[in-house]
């Protein structure tokens, strides 16, 4: 094969969209029909889902910055945190909040309209309620369904007693009663469940969305999803109102908190107080003393004003000692006096001002001005400075001990009033002491009292920083079970179903299929393909016969001529297979009688000699044969016997099964058989055994000029093409080529495809049968239906316990 063909080849081989296409096309029905059961289990589960209703609302949440006076007891009991927006939702999403909502709607009893497959939430539109008196386990869920017989009784669950509208009902769960709110008839049928305030919180959490909206801060979004619409919106916005009422209720906790503080305290304070007043009471009765509250006031101010003097002296002599003992250090000779300090003398403030400004002055010589140390006017501020410190050390001596003279004379007056103080008798000193007590207490009264009524005002004004944004409205629109995307999920199924159907079994099937099969796994020429037929004739071929499958043999004749055009002797054709039961005895009987019509003696071989079949698909009796000859106790001329109704068409009969066919085909008589054949006979035709199996082709190619192998679509294994690669490679087999056997036309293609191109293949298909233990043949239907769904339909024909040879 030249390297124009194999790219040729390799280019016909590789991936082909249109063959794709026409590959899976054939499962085309598969494909509908699983679209449309999918579509079917889609129209049944939309009508009988029960449907789920969502409802939004939005809250707005604003910052609460607390106390921010400088009042010390506000800033003790106010909550001046910033909410936690992540806090905030979990808050709203807490089972405690949700059981307030589920107690406040009283949705933990639902009420349902029961049909013949579904049932719905009719929420607020049962014409009846269920009134619990007495319940054995109040965590225990119920559920029973009322069957109404009229307007007035019902049954439980449709059997028993017959109870009557109002009466009360004895249950397994408890003591009940079902109240009319609206008009009944007979034979409604409802359901109703009832679960505890906690369980139903915690159903009603999983349909529940609570998150913070994109881009913004303080905006909360509420979802929740349940089998009512009108319930959802309720449970939203009744959600929505016990949060804003959470939230005061955590304010108001704080001022209740203050208010039982101040409440306790004033309680302490006022009865010590009151007995801190009847102590005074009875103090002042007991000593019959009189009001001397202006003369102790007079005194205890004078003692006052004098010990405040005395600090003020005290503290300008420890500035004069200071600022003495500073000028004093030679160490600090040249720095600045940090100041007076305070001091009320004028004389010395200006003192202190000139010496720094020496200082400054002779710093500044010297640092910006370089002028030496020793230079005279560096020495003459150094003069000045000195001089300046001599003043103001003199000045500070005359002002200590102007203030030590002062601190004497105060100090003389102090210690004369506090001897008048002292000299106050002793019980006025006990009733002065009283009287201050009782005026701190009703100073600390008089504050918790102001303090409480202030708490009492915010406790009545406390609002929420909770805003309502958007209220839930009622949608009517189901949000699950979504029309279109469940219609689209079962569109999805039906083609993934029957796909993944179909890859598995293209995954598991390891036969041929096309003959694009056998040429991606084998360089061998493949001579001509040959159709399926639902007859059971084996001879095709006959005399005047125009069918698509004899002309198929007389295409493959003609191509077999241009491999015999050298042979210069009579061709003998040898026909062989992999295994039994792919068709060789078919073709080899075919291939004798094309070749006889066209004028050529010809000559079938039956060498098959463990199961010949020749004569059996000919309808023609078991005659002597080869093995007779082999033997010796005949000759050809007797052996070779014509095919009725088929000029120049003979066959040689196997004879006797032989109990060692592979050693008798060694016989040297059988030089002699064909040297026979080729002088008598236009064209020889061997039926061999399958090479696959035994060693008798093999043995029988060495008087072969041309080999056909057979290869059978649907039976042969890929695999098995690695064998005959491996012949055609090693040319064990003389001028092999191909025979692609038993095409069967498959839905989706309409025609068969022979060689590159296709043939039409109008009314129906032609065949052949196969049998006698090599393998059972499949009979197909000519109709455009079986061609459509004959991998579902069952054949017209039931398939022969033994079919004829192939």
């Keep these: 094969m030249s390297s124009q063909n194999q790219a040729t080849r390799s280019d016909q081989t590789g991936f082909s ?77 807490s089972r405690a909040l949700l059981e307030r909502v589920v107690a406040e709607l009283g949705i933990n009893t639902r009420y349902y309209a029961k049909g013949k497959i579904k049932e719905l939430n009719i929420y607020k539109d049962a014409p009846f309620r269920l009134e619990i008196l007495a319940q054995k386990d109040s965590t225990a869920p119920f559920e029973f369904a ?62 529940l969305q609570a998150y913070n909206k994109a881009g913004s801060s303080g905006i909360i979004i509420i979802n929740l999803e ?74 205890f101010s004078r003692a006052d004003a004098a010990d405040e003097k005395i600090t003020e002296l005290r503290a300008q002599l420890n500035v004069v000692k200071l600022i003495q003992d500073y ?52 020495k003459l501020k150094e003069d000045q400075i000195e001089k300046m410190r001599g003043n103001i050390l003199e000045n500070l001596s005359n002002v200590r001990r102007s203030y030590e003279g002062q601190l004497a004379d105060v100090d003389r007056r102090n210690t004369a009033l506090q001897a008048s103080i002292r000299g106050l008798p002793e019980k006025q000193q006990v009733l002065l002491g009283l009287e201050r007590e009782k005026q701190s207490k009703q100073a600390v009264f008089a504050f918790l009292s102001e303090k409480k009524e202030e708490t009492a005002i915010s406790l009545a004004a406390t609002i929420s920083n909770i805003g309502v944004l958007e209220k839930a409205e009622v949608n009517r629109v189901p949000v699950s079970p979504s029309s279109i995307k469940i219609r689209g999920i079962a569109l999805l199924i039906g083609i993934i179903i029957p796909l993944l159907f179909v890859l ?58 241009y491999m015999l055009t050298e042979t210069g002797r009579t061709p003998v054709l040898l026909v062989t297979s992999s295994f039994s039961g792919e068709g060789k005895s078919f073709i080899s009987t075919n291939m004798g009688a094309v070749m006889a019509l066209a004028g050529k003696r010809t000559v079938i071989l039956e060498l098959d000699l463990r199961k010949p079949k020749i004569l059996q698909g000919l309808n023609m009796t078991k005659k002597p044969g080869f093995t007779n000859y082999l033997l010796g106790k005949a000759s050809l001329d007797d052996l070779i016997v014509p095919v009725e109704g088929i000029d120049n068409l003979f066959v040689l009969p196997c004879g006797p099964i032989p109990p060692n066919p592979a050693e008798l085909l060694l016989d040297k008589r059988i030089d002699e058989v064909f040297h026979y054949l080729r002088t ?105 239906l079986r061609r459509w769904f004959g991998w579902a339909m069952p054949s017209k024909k039931k398939k022969a316990k033994k079919e004829k040879a192939g």
């Design 17 to 93: 969209p249109k063959e794709f296409l026409f590959k899976y096309l054939r499962f085309l029905p598969l494909f509908i029909l699983s679209v449309v059961l999918s579509l079917i289990v889609a129209f049944f589960y939309l009508r009988y889902t029960s449907p789920v209703f969502q409802s939004k609302g939005a809250l707005i949440l604003t910052e609460d910055k607390g106390a921010k006076s400088g009042d010390k007891f506000e800033q003790l009991f106010s909550d001046d945190r910033s909410k936690n927006i992540n806090n905030e939702l979990e808050f709203l999403k």
């Design 327 to 378: 000028l004093r250090d030679n160490k600090l000779t040249y720095e600045i006096v940090p100041s007076s300090l305070g001091l009320n003398d004028v004389t010395l403030n200006q003192q202190v001002s000139l010496y720094n400004n020496y200082q400054m002055e002779r710093k500044t010589l010297i640092t910006e001005g370089n002028v030496p140390v020793g230079n005279p006017r560096v």
């Design 504 to 561: 598995v079994l293209e995954i598991m099937d390891d036969k041929i299929s096309s003959r694009v099969d056998i040429e991606r796994h084998t360089s061998a020429s493949i001579l001509g393909e040959v159709s399926h037929a639902a007859n059971e004739e084996t001879l095709v071929v006959k005399p005047r016969s125009r069918s698509f499958i004899a002309e198929q043999f007389r295409i493959i004749r003609s191509n077999l001529q």
């Design 680 to 784: 008598n006979f236009d064209f020889v035709v061997l039926d061999t055994a399958p090479v696959g199996m035994v060693g008798d082709a093999m043995t029988l190619a060495n008087y072969a000029d041309s080999c056909l192998y057979i290869v059978r679509q649907g039976v042969t294994h890929k695999k098995q093409l690695e064998m005959v690669n491996d012949f055609y490679k090693a040319n064990q087999l003389p001028r092999m080529s191909l025979i692609l056997n038993d095409v069967k036309l498959r839905a989706g293609y309409g025609y068969y495809g022979y060689g590159r191109y296709g043939y039409g293949y109008g009314n129906g298909s032609y065949g052949y049968g196969y049998g006698y233990g090599y393998y059972d043949d499949d009979v197909e239907g000519t109709s455009f």
């Design 146 to 207: 009322v069957h109404f017989k009229d307007a007035n009784s019902f049954q439980i669950n449709g059997k028993g007693r017959v109870y009557k509208t109002g009466q009360e009902i004895s249950h397994p769960a408890g003591l009940f009663r079902i109240n009319a709110t609206g008009p009944l008839s007979s034979k409604d049928v409802y359901s109703v469940k009832w679960n505890s305030p906690a369980q139903m919180a915690t159903a009603l959490r999983k349909g």
């Design 226 to 299: 349940s089998e009512n619409p009108w319930m959802s919106a309720d449970i939203v916005n009744k959600l929505m109102k016990e949060y804003q009422e959470g939230t005061i209720e955590q304010k108001n906790s704080k001022n209740r908190q203050t208010m039982d503080f101040l409440n306790t305290r004033l309680a302490l304070v006022n009865r010590e107080l009151d007995s801190i007043e009847r102590n005074v009471l009875a103090y002042r009765k007991s000593n019959d003393l009189s009001d001397i509250q202006s003369m102790t006031s007079s005194y």
